[in-house]
C-alpha cells in the first residue's frame, strides 16, 4: 500500500496522477512512481524513494507526457523503500501495474514463474501480479480478460490498476479487501484508493464492491462482479469539495484538524439530538428493534478508535447497566470469541477501510449477528456493509495521528450510550442531563483550545526527553492511553500510560528525574486516590504535569523539586470530560514534535489507513 491513482482522458494525465500522489501524502508513504502509455505507444516509468515532489522533479526533467496512466504512493510491506521496490511495477516492457494490500501466496507464484523464465528485479508481493498478468498476455488474452484471471489466481488483499502498451486507451482496475473509486469525468475516467486524490478533476464517483473488475476507456466505464457477471455500481455525488483537504493557515494539518474539533463536535450531534432526548433513528432503519434486542455490547478497532471504545465501556456500563467488551481487531479476528445471542457488535473506524476491523466485521456478519460502524468515511466499505451506521461527520482528516475522529468517535458512542440507556431505565430527567452536556461539548472545546499558548510553554521541558508516563483513572486512563500514543507517534518519544493505581505494581520503577509524568485530574470520586498517586511520584522525584479541572486542589510549584506543574481547563463536567480532557493531550504532542523538528502529518514508519494486515 499505500496511494494509488490512474486515468484515462484525451489530455496529458501526468500533471493529474502528481496532483492526486500529493493529495493522497497525508496517508503516508517511503517512495512513489509514474508510469504512463506515453505518446510514440511505449511504456514509460519513473519512480524514486522518497517524497512526491523528488519524483514531479524527475518526471519535468524527463518530459514524460501520456493520456494513460497510472501512480502510486507506496509504504513498504515487502521489501525496504528503494527504487526497485517501488511501484509501478512492470514487465518487459509491456504491461505495468499499482497495487495496494498484501498478496499471500506470492511465494508459490515467484517460484512458478521464475521457472517459466520471469526475471525478478524487486523484493515485492506486487511483482508476481505484473508477471502473470504479463503471462496471460502472452497466451493471447486481451488486458481485461488477463487482469480477471489473474485476481482469480491471487490470495490476499488487493486493489489493483493495470496499463499495457498494447491497449493504450485502456485501464483496468480491480479490487478485493482493499478500498477502490473510479471517478468519473467527462470523456475520461480515473481511479484511486481515495476521493480526496481525485477532487480537484471530478465529484462523481463509483465505488467498486468486493471482487469487482472493471475497465475504463475515455468513453466508457463497465464492470463485473466477483462472479463474471456485468455490473451497474451507482455513481455518488461527493460532498467534498477540493479546499476541504487544504491546510489553510495553519502550519500542519494536524493543528488544523485539533482546531476543527468544535465544529466537527457539532456536526456529529446535528440531527442526533431532539430536544432533551437522543434519535435512535439516527442510528439507521431498524435501530429501535435491534436496540430494544441488545443485551451486550462488543467493541472492535484499532489505534486511536479502540481508545475510544475503552472510554465508551466505561459509559456503558455506568449509564446503561449493559454488559460492554472492548478488542483489539487484529486479536479479534484470530480467535474464537464467546458472542451469545443479544450482542451488538460496534465497530469503530476513522477511514472504514481498516483491514483487521472489516475482517472482524464479516467474521460477525458470517455468525449472523448484527453490526453498528462508527466511521467518518461515508463511502467507505465499513460503512456500506454494516447493518446500522453513525456517521462522525468530522470531515476529512489529513494528519497521520488521529485527533478529531477521536473526539467525535467519543461523543458517537456517548450517542449510542443514551439511546441504550434508555430502554434499560435511564430516567427521561438524567438523559436530559446528558444531552445538554453534549450540547454544550462545542463551546466548551473552544475554551479548551484556548490553552494552547500554555501547552505550548509546557512543551519546552519535554523536548529533550526520551521517555514520558501518562496516568488517568476510571474513563480517563484511555485518555492517558491517547495522549500517550499521540506523543510516540508524532515526537518519537517513547510513552506509555497506565492506570495511576498500577504504579506501585511496577511502573513507578522507571520514575525519576529524566521521566516527566503527566496525569489527568478530573474533579470526580477518583480524584483523591489519583492525588494519592501523585505524590507517589513526587517522592521519587519524578517531574509532574497535571491536566486538572479547576476544582481539584493540586498545587503548582515550578521551583520545586521535583517541579509541579498543573494546568486548569475549567470546570470539566462528568462524563462528557474524556473528551475535553483529550485536547490539551493532543496539543502538547503536537507542539512537542514541532520543537523536535519531526514530520507532524507524515510520521515515519506509519500509514493514515491501515488496510493491510
Request: aromatic content about 4%.
Amino acid at each position: 500500500m499505500c496511494g494509488i491513482v490512474g486515468a484515462v482522458a484525451e489530455r496529458d494525465v501526468v500533471p493529474i496522477l502528481l496532483e492526486g500522489l500529493r493529495r493522497l501524502e497525508y496517508r503516508g508513504y517511503d517512495s512513489a512512481g509514474v508510469a504512463v502509455v506515453g505518446e510514440d505507444g511505449r511504456l514509460a516509468r519513473i519512480r524514486c524513494p522518497g517524497k512526491v515532489q523528488t519524483l514531479a522533479a524527475r518526471v519535468a526533467t524527463a518530459g514524460l507526457r501520456g493520456r494513460t496512466g497510472i501512480a502510486h504512493t507506496r509504504w513498504a510491506t515487502h521489501g525496504p523503500p528503494s527504487e526497485a521496490n517501488a511501484h509501478p511495477h512492470q514487465c518487459q516492457g509491456q504491461v505495468a501495474l499499482v497495487h495496494n494490500g498484501i498478496i499471500e501466496n506470492h511465494e508459490r507464484l515467484r517460484r512458478e514463474q521464475e521457472a517459466l523464465g520471469y526475471a525478478f528485479t524487486s523484493e515485492t508481493d506486487t511483482e508476481v501480479v505484473v508477471h502473470q498478468v504479463h503471462r496471460h498476455l502472452a497466451e493471447g488474452r486481451g488486458l481485461l480478460e488477463a487482469v480477471r484471471a489473474t485476481v482469480g489466481e491471487l490470495e490476499g488483499a488487493y486493489a489493483l490498476g493495470v496499463i499495457a502498451a498494447s491497449e493504450p486507451g485502456v485501464l483496468v482496475a480491480a479490487r478485493r479487501g482493499s478500498p477502490l473509486v473510479i471517478g468519473i469525468g467527462i470523456g475520461e475516467h480515473f481511479i484511486a484508493s481515495d476521493v480526496a486524490a481525485l477532487l480537484p478533476v471530478t465529484r462523481r464517483f463509483v465505488f467498486l464492491e468486493e471482487g469487482d473488475v472493471a475497465e475504463l476507456t475515455r468513453e466508457r466505464l463497465r464492470i463485473w462482479d466477483a462472479a463474471g457477471r456485468p455490473v451497474e455500481r451507482p455513481a455518488r455525488e461527493s460532498e467534498l469539495s477540493a479546499e476541504a483537504v487544504e491546510r489553510g493557515g495553519y502550519r500542519h494539518y494536524m493543528l488544523k484538524e485539533i482546531h476543527e474539533q468544535p465544529r466537527a463536535v457539532a456536526e456529529t450531534l446535528e440531527g442526533r439530538l431532539s430536544g432533551a432526548r437522543v434519535l435512535e433513528e439516527a442510528f439507521g432503519p431498524g435501530a429501535p428493534a435491534l436496540l430494544e434486542a441488545t443485551r451486550q455490547v462488543h467493541i472492535v478497532a484499532c489505534g486511536t478508535s479502540y481508545h475510544a471504545g475503552l472510554v465508551a465501556r466505561y459509559w456503558l456500563e455506568a449509564l446503561a447497566g449493559i454488559p460492554a467488551a472492548v478488542e483489539v481487531a487484529s486479536e479479534f479476528r484470530y480467535r474464537s470469541p464467546v458472542l451469545p445471542p443479544g450482542s451488538l457488535v460496534v465497530l469503530v473506524s476513522q477511514s472504514g477501510e481498516t483491514a483487521d476491523t472489516l475482517a472482524a466485521l464479516r467474521e460477525v456478519r458470517r455468525r449472523g449477528l448484527p453490526a453498528l460502524a462508527i466511521c467518518n468515511v461515508p463511502e467507505s466499505s465499513l460503512a456500506r456493509e454494516a447493518d446500522l451506521t453513525l456517521m462522525t461527520r468530522a470531515g476529512p482528516e489529513i494528519g497521520v495521528a488521529s485527533t478529531k475522529a477521536f473526539t467525535t468517535q467519543l461523543v458517537a458512542l456517548m450517542l449510542l450510550t443514551l439511546a441504550l440507556a434508555r430502554r434499560r431505565g435511564l430516567p427521561p430527567e438524567r438523559e436530559a442531563e446528558l444531552v445538554g452536556l453534549l450540547r454544550r461539548l462545542p463551546a466548551q472545546l473552544e475554551e479548551v483550545l484556548g490553552l494552547d499558548a500554555a501547552v505550548e510553554r509546557l512543551a519546552e521541558r519535554f523536548a529533550d526527553k526520551r521517555h514520558a508516563l501518562f496516568l488517568g483513572r476510571g474513563a480517563h486512563y484511555p485518555v492517558a492511553l491517547e495522549g500517550a500514543l499521540k506523543l510516540k507517534e508524532i515526537s518519537y518519544i517513547h510513552a506509555e500510560a497506565y492506570p495511576a493505581g498500577e504504579l506501585k505494581h511496577g511502573p513507578l520503577a522507571l520514575v525519576d528525574a529524566e521521566m516527566p509524568v503527566v496525569a489527568v485530574a478530573p474533579r470526580n470520586e477518583l480524584l483523591e486516590k489519583l492525588k494519592a498517586n501523585l505524590q507517589e511520584v513526587r517522592a521519587r522525584g519524578g517531574e509532574l504535569l497535571v491536566f486538572a479541572d479547576e476544582g481539584v486542589d493540586v498545587r503548582r510549584d515550578p521551583r520545586g523539586d521535583p517541579p509541579v506543574e498543573v494546568l486548569r481547563l475549567g470546570r470539566i463536567p462528568d462524563p462528557t470530560a474524556p473528551v475535553l480532557f483529550t485536547v490539551p493531550l493532543q496539543l502538547l504532542a503536537y507542539h512537542v514534535a514541532v520543537l523536535k523538528g519531526t514530520d507532524v502529518d507524515q510520521p515515519r514508519n506509519l500509514a493514515k489507513s491501515v488496510t493491510v494486515e
